[in-house]
């Protein structure tokens, strides 16, 4: 960073008491910059983008507020990510972390993802430890639960899983400007969970819901795979790879951009296969050239929409 | 370099050893085009040939009169696998900026040494070879050693890490003193120096290299003192504490008699100085180890053959010898204080004490890769006409694995003994404290005391009383590849 | 009397904001941070209590003040102190440490001698509070 420039608090701290230039502080935040390269780098998720530039504007202008001693104290800023597997959720995290730290709401900008294992323990005494070492390493960053509601398991009385929930109750309210936590899982069920938690459900200061990738936007994100490992779909492998997203979707376990990638990654499989088996010299385009029959061989092809 | 001089080793046997004088050169002590092997022990020396002198027989000469050569030759050369045995001067290249003197690299079949034998290996390396007519001066400058050979050591007996678990003191220089006057004070006398100082706020209190057992205090009341004040200054801070008991002597068989007296007494580290040689430092490394003893060398002596830039042995060689006999801590300058050394080349001596794996570094006079195979790493120590107004510039110059030795700073404080220590100490934590919270205290250094002694008075006598000393002479012994100058 | 073991004894007390920031310096190393507590100050006593583990893998110092905040609530009448652990080869030990809290009062030490062979002494140190068991120490008397 630039050392010359002043720093965001410098900018309010002089700018203050009776106005406060918002330009200097975005640009001094480079938050611009973070959501343009979410913009670009993301497919879809348009009313994803969309809530994460309200929050960007929200916490920027929280903090005018707090100079300006409007604020009385530091905004809540747990969240839940609601949405089938594959939509980005992971990936937003970790951008959300990164705009949480330049605009000075955490002070690292890491992000710690773990799922229940890595918070429940196996025995007495075993969780609280657990869930502690997770909270510290995720301090000063983003602590990203993955299907929280598997926390609570209200069908098992003895269940470590509330020693946890507690734990993390606590410290998502004493703790705020330590860290702060994302939930993400099926929004159905996180609702469940929220209706039988309200603890969390009051401390959630932003819900965001991940809307499942349209079949074109499915195909974009196949693109984008093929052309960061320097592959291509010939015209043949285009048309079947859109007949594969259509199938793929109606079929079981489906995950979104998960499930493409996984695609993707067995069609280069077959690829090389075809051309070990085929032989002889292959040129720069053979290589790169992802074809028709790599595509088609896929088990989607083969089983019957259930 | 010059192809004039014939530098072509004769092959022909009948030629090479019919008797009479030849080249060195032809003698086959100069290749060009060898290559060193990673088993070879490595040294460049600086060389100032006299007038008429070709460089490269120079560095032939240099080669040969340190393995096998000898002013003619001899048949018996023939009775041996000769080629294997006679060192291979390598490449000789110019001194940057110093008309008439020339780098002369030269490799050593590991063959020709004893392991684990500093006297054998110095009885090779500078021999005879400083004396040679042909060349007006030479110098040692840098030594590589092979691991296999580095194996053949014992290195330190305590080393860094275990020093510092068994004084139980971490994240922070050591700080010391050297109790003065050097000689005169009685025993008893002695005991309340090392007492005040202790008690005060340093780790450490030294004899000085010259203190032995002389009519006015002999060894054992030295001792017998110093220990109770060591123990009196522990049980008033509850911190481990100790004083080097210089143990040098006439004889071996007395240095161990002293040395076994000061483990009696419970001390933790004894001392001894260069001046005792190679075979008895090795001896009373040994004996340290087995006795789970610091040893602390005091380089006494060093200054008659490291300090002259043309002629002798580089304190960076000297350093890795000791690093190899075996001792945990070596006097390896200030750059700050009254003695000899710029802060580069001294830092080069630290990272030769401190690093596990020491990388070329012309700048520093590191002039080898070096790697120490797991040998123990020695506690340098900064000795010598340095006060509490500099800590910055120590601090900044050599980080915390260095012991800062404060004698006449500490001993000549106008509060008396206990407030110059405590001086030191407050300097020391204060700094380390702002450092540690990222401060750049090259820069904000003198604020940082001053803040200190608003609240301390030993600190703030110290300062205004040895605030603006500073020895600033010009370094005989400087890097001869100093980066390009950038204006500050 | 005061205990000058630690890095930082002949500094004040540090503050919470203190220790953080030499919390920080050691995270930023990348050394795994660690509490432990005593009641036995004697300067040869290198087991004090683990306050839990070493914290491996921390990014910010707020977990490891979590942890000195409660170690200080549970021994409110302990010496604890913070350690930086460095695992890197040729290290692998404590690379800082300092006194996070120390009792109130410090009674200091007694040194004892034993007359050896000759002039020789032999000199134990013992802290007065040890006379009292592990856990009365420092209590002005109170469990």
Redesign the interface.
Known sequence: MNMDRPTAAEIIETEAQQAIDLKALRAETEIDALLEELDRDLVGLAPVKRRIREIAAFLLVTRARERMGLQSEAPTLHMAFTGNPGTGKTTVALRMASILHRLGYIRKGHLVSVTRDDLVGQFIGHTAPKTKDVLKRAMGGVLFIDEAYYLYRPENEKDYGQEAIEILLQVMENQRDDLVVILAGYKERMDTFFASNPGFRSRIAHHIDFPDYSNEELFTIAESFAREGHYRFSPAAHEALVAYIARRRAQSNFANARSIRNAFDRARLRQAQRLCETGGVVDREALQTIEAEDIRASRVFSETIS | MAADSNPTAITDAKKRYRAGVLKYAQMGYWDGNYVPKDTDLLAVFRVTPQEGVDPIEAAAAVAGESSTATWTVVWTDRLTACDAYRAKAYKVDPVPGTPGQYFCWIAYDLELFEEGSIANLTASIIGNVFSFKPLKACRLEDMRFPVAYVKTFRGPPTGI?VE??RL?K???PLLGATVKPKLGLSGKNYGRVVYEALKG?LDFTKDDENINSQSFMHW?DRF?YG??AV??A???????KGHYLNITAGTMEEMYARAEFAR???SVVIMVDLVIGWTAIQSISNWARQNDMILHMHRAGHGTYTRQKNHGVSFRVIAKWLRLAGVDHLHAGTAVGKLEGDPLTVQGYYNVCRE?HNEVDLPRGLFFEQDWA?LR?VMPVASGGIHAGQMHQLLDLFG?DVVLQFGGGTIGHPMGIHAGA?AN??AL??M??AR???RDIAKEGPEILRD?AR?CRPLAAALETWGDVTFQYTSTDTSDFVPTAIAS | MRVTQGAFSFLPDLTDEQIARQVAYCLDKGWAVSVEFTDDIHPRNTYWEMWGQPMFDLRDPAGVMVEIRACRDANPNAYIRVNGFDSSRFWEAVRHSFIVQRPKYEPGFALERTKGKGRTTHYQIRPYATERPEGERYTNGKR
Do not use: Q, S
């Open positions: 890490v510092r678990e139980d971490f994240g922070r706020g054992r017998l220990m109770e123990n009196r522990m049980a008033a801070t509850g911190e481990v009696d007494l419970g596990a797991g790493k915390d405590t100490r407050v934590e204060a380390v404290l540690n919270e990222g200190a609240w």
